[in-house]
């Protein structure tokens, strides 16, 4: 096993011992790791013990953990890379200064801070809020901590898409034509989104949405999509029933022994490199898409009651797509969606 | 795609108005009349509250400032009395009350949005009309205080539960105080205090689920379903009369449902308390409703069967 440099817990007993530092080797705690290091389940406690200043407990059992306060990084509010505008001069055409500060400071530390008190202690602490999110999004005993992981996430990238000088769509030509090819024209795209926004009764987000066509393994194409998740909802497939390649609800055990037997006995090779499908599709349950997100708005009331009333829902959604950063928008796209649609083939960049 | 329901001019003759021609012509039956709607319809409209006049001047005591109370109540009332005039226009369930459309639509996915807005109506209005001026305490509503202690021990323990609860509720909605009626027994009417979560715009009220369907269709098949409808009553005559009382009752519940009667709710979404007392204010918020909850109230929506004499495990005669 490949020695590790970064430090790492160990599970501590109640009854306890208290230890001094103790440098243990790092549990490669993310099985979607693309080192050749050999991937450790974070359940499975093995650490090896690089430097001492006691001598090993009897005790010292895997599931032992040390003092917490000097190994863990709690989490903060994301620092916006345009945060000191827009405290300052608010979000430009949609946010006042105090109506940013509700939507993102006073929510997003909410969040943050409900986030650390669940979080401390756990194995899973210092991962970051899109980790939890598809780690919990089916675990019912943990659903506190998925929304509030999945809000923390979803409302840094409705801000992600915001700038004190947003880029205009017809600055981006390729993002455009693409976009026009899947929706018509822009102002269907946009018709189409703030329609779905508003139409929603309850509070989410409404996202744009690359959706990849994997049924080609050497071809990568795809299209654009609108996506609704409501509260604290994820976009992200991956989220959805993991490792259960088989919709128990229109199986029966017959089927699901077919099934186990069709599962390649030897998975070596498919999650590396000379998989592509195999990895994609690894991650994805049944009948889920391929998805990734470019862009989303954010519908909770809380965002725009400030500056627009709770009537003004309709007119915060227009001044929101005035205010799209394009720009950001295209950097989120994968290359695939630059397609030289007159000859049928990807553009080389 | 979503479909926009476009506002249809009003026909001259309504749906309900239509006879067959072939007994409007043959038949003595008088014909009627074209209905003018315009001078039959009755727009739905922001419920009078009875405090409201001192509410907007002075906000609700404890509770709500005159601003905040006009964004939680007239501002969203509103908006959901409008939308639910556009979305009943011209249609035979036009003067139909809020609650009648909340238990019609529940389960209809094509008018999700004619449900969520009479819903939200009904429940917001059902949340406003438990506060008042001057609150009655929960000391001078003996018999519900004794009920309540027998099913939730202590006062203290109900509040706890139901201010934990919606604290716990991530996404908006309301959170009900709700009497559950034991109908096993035809004699005997009994029950019990039960807390309710709805989310979004969700209805507490069980006929509002799988109506005129008394069979889980996914645990039956063709043959259970047949001898479904074969148990049933050729004859319904006094299905529903005065002789019938579980058989009304349950007529209208669908399998599993449980009978309930709200008694008191209150409102979780965030445009209720984010004005007084802001975004992270939302367990104060709910710590000040409790004491202002007016649970005179909620002694007039209890049915009287709550009020048993539980030491002699009986009925009250009030």
Known sequence: MKRCSRVSQVRL???????????????????????????????????????????????????????????????????????????RDGVPGLFSPTGYQIAWTTYQNLMVQKLNELTAGEPFENKQPKDIVIQFARDPMNASLFNHASMAHNNHYFFSGLSTSPQYIDNCPLLKESLEHTFGSMDTLRATMLDTAAAMFGPGFVWLVWARDVTSPTVRRG??????????????????????????????????????????????????????????????????VHLMPALCVNTWEHTYIYDFGLPGKRKYLADWWEAVDWGTVEYNTPREAWQDFDQGMPRRQ
């Not at 029933?241 to 030897?266: C, F, I, K, W």
Request: hydrophobic content about 30%.
């Open 223 to 288: 299209e654009w999509r609108i996506l609704t998740t409501y509260l604290a909802g994820t976009p992200y497939p991956e989220a959805g029933y993991r490792h259960q390649g088989l919709d128990m609800n229109t199986s029966n055990a017959a089927t699901y022994a077919a099934y186990q037997a069709a599962e390649p006995v030897n998975t070596a090779g498919k999650f590396g490199p000379y998989s592509k499908t195999g990895k994609e599709s690894g991650m994805i349950p049944p009948g889920g």
């Open 13 to 87: 007993m109640k009854s306890s011992f208290h230890f001094e530092k103790l440098a243990i080797c790092d549990l490669e705690d993310s099985a979607y790791s693309e080192d050749d290091h050999e991937t450790v389940s974070p359940t499975i406690e093995r650490p090896i013990i690089e430097r001492l200043d006691m001598p090993i407990m009897s005790s010292l059992l895997p599931q032992q953990r040390l003092p917490q306060l000097q190994r863990r990084k709690l989490h903060h509010v994301p620092p916006l890379t345009y945060d000191e505008t827009f405290r």
